[in-house]
């Protein structure tokens, strides 16, 4: 059986896939080419990232697709409820990339704490002539320790970002739909495993006033609306900063231009943008801004979990 991993899968991956006796490709095949390349070929499973969308047409253009597997979390590139009313399996990895998002995600956090993101900019091209003046530019920075930040959508991802976010001692407010304790385990070489206690709430605008931070981890929702919005930023202290590595569409990108330009909003992380893979200029060169090219989970210790994981569930369910 033949196995299409149209946005690449780890060498761990398809060599545990191979062992299991699939035969993978990892040639990438253009959008508009998927479907004729999935009947030609006779591929059973296909498996994609961010970049390749499996819509209805495809479900019902391929007759002997048997398998849609997203190596990642969020599936909105999926039609997820359609493809399996079909019959088809549907997976993910939901656990594979948690801990390297949410390291992207402190880094982020250091890195606009500090106008690193900015500094590394600047320095090379006028570090020279107008040192001083940068100096006095970047001056402000401000600590992590003491604040408070957000964690929206506490699920694998936000629980691994609030261990870290303890670690460096901030306090730690958790926003989800389900409102039971978490524990958070706190691995500390020499001292041995700890574990805090989280509560959520669920709801974001009661508290949003009192946070210094907002990171970001759930899905694009259903009916298109932005989670942070007009109404929500209007309502967050001054100078907060803001870091999504969910989805594109999670914030609305005009209301963050205008909280940034204004001073609400201190700086932004973004990982993920709403026009993937042509995410608007003006978010790019804002100086406020730290872009990345939605590379949260792309880190080697990550791709091998995901490849692993996406191999034993289709050896599983195929084999």
């Known amino acids: 059986m033949k196995i299409l991993a149209n946005d690449g899968i780890s060498p761990e991956g398809v060599a545990a896939l191979e062992k299991s006796g699939f035969e993978v490709s990892t040639v990438n095949?253009?959008?508009?080419?998927?479907?004729?390349?999935?009947?030609?070929?006779?591929?059973?499973?296909?498996?994609?990232?961010?970049?390749?969308?499996?819509?209805?047409e495809v479900v019902d253009s391929c007759p002997g697709l048997k398998l849609i597997g997203r190596g990642g979390v969020g599936m909105d590139n999926i039609d997820v409820d359609y493809a399996r009313s079909k019959g088809l399996h549907v997976i993910n990895t939901p656990g594979a990339s948690s801990q390297s998002v949410a390291e992207m995600v402190m880094g982020s956090l250091?890195?606009?704490?500090?106008?690193?993101?900015?500094?590394?900019?600047?320095?090379?091209?006028?570090?020279?002539?107008?040192?001083?003046?940068?100096?006095?530019?970047?001056?402000?920075?401000?600590?992590?320790?003491?604040?408070?930040?957000?964690i929206v959508g506490f699920g694998r991802i936000g629980q691994?970002?609030?261990?870290?976010?303890?670690?460096?001692?901030?306090?730690?407010?958790?926003?989800?739909?389900?409102?039971?304790?978490?524990e958070i385990p706190l691995a500390i070489?020499?001292?041995?495993?700890?574990?805090?206690?989280?509560?959520?709430?669920?709801?974001?605008?009661?508290?949003?006033?009192?946070?210094?931070?907002?990171?970001?981890?759930?899905?694009?929702?259903?009916?298109?609306?932005?989670?942070?919005?007009?109404?929500?930023?209007?309502k967050m202290k001054d100078g907060a900063i803001i870091v999504n590595a969910a989805r594109g569409g999670v914030i609305d990108e005009d209301a963050l231009l205008r909280g940034l330009a204004s001073g609400k909003i201190r700086a932004a992380g973004l990982d993920v943008f709403e026009n993937e893979p042509n995410p608007r200029k003006d978010l790019?060169?804002?100086?406020?801004?730290?872009?990345?090219?939605?590379?949260?989970?792309?880190?080697?210790?990550?791709?091998?979990?995901?490849?692993?994981?996406?191999?034993e569930q289709i050896a599983h369910l195929l084999g």
């Not at 959008?31 to 819509?55: C, F, H, K, P, W």
């Not at 691994?160 to 978490?182: F, K, W």
């Not at 790019?284 to 191999?311: D, F, M, S, W």
Request: proline letters at 4%; zero cysteines; a neutral charge.
């Open 189 to 234: 070489k020499g001292v041995g495993n700890l574990k805090v206690t989280l509560t959520p709430t669920n709801n974001l605008a009661d508290i949003i006033g009192e946070l210094d931070y907002i990171s970001l981890h759930v899905p694009k929702q259903s009916n298109g609306a932005a989670v942070i919005n007009v109404d929500l930023i209007e």
């Open 110 to 150: 250091f890195a606009l704490s500090r106008s690193l993101h900015d500094s590394y900019h600047q320095m090379p091209t006028s570090g020279d002539t107008d040192f001083k003046i940068l100096k006095k530019k970047y001056g402000k920075g401000q600590e992590l320790r003491g604040k408070t930040i957000g």
């Open 284 to 311: 790019l060169v804002n100086e406020k801004i730290a872009a990345t090219p939605h590379i949260g989970a792309a880190t080697t210790e990550a791709q091998t979990r995901i490849g692993l994981e996406l191999a």
């Open 160 to 182: 691994s970002l609030a261990s870290y976010a303890l670690g460096v001692g901030m306090e730690v407010r958790a926003i989800d739909m389900q409102v039971n304790p978490v």
């Open 29 to 56: 095949v253009p959008q508009d080419q998927l479907i004729n390349a999935i009947n030609t070929e006779n591929y059973v499973g296909v498996l994609v990232r961010s970049a390749t969308t499996v819509r209805a």
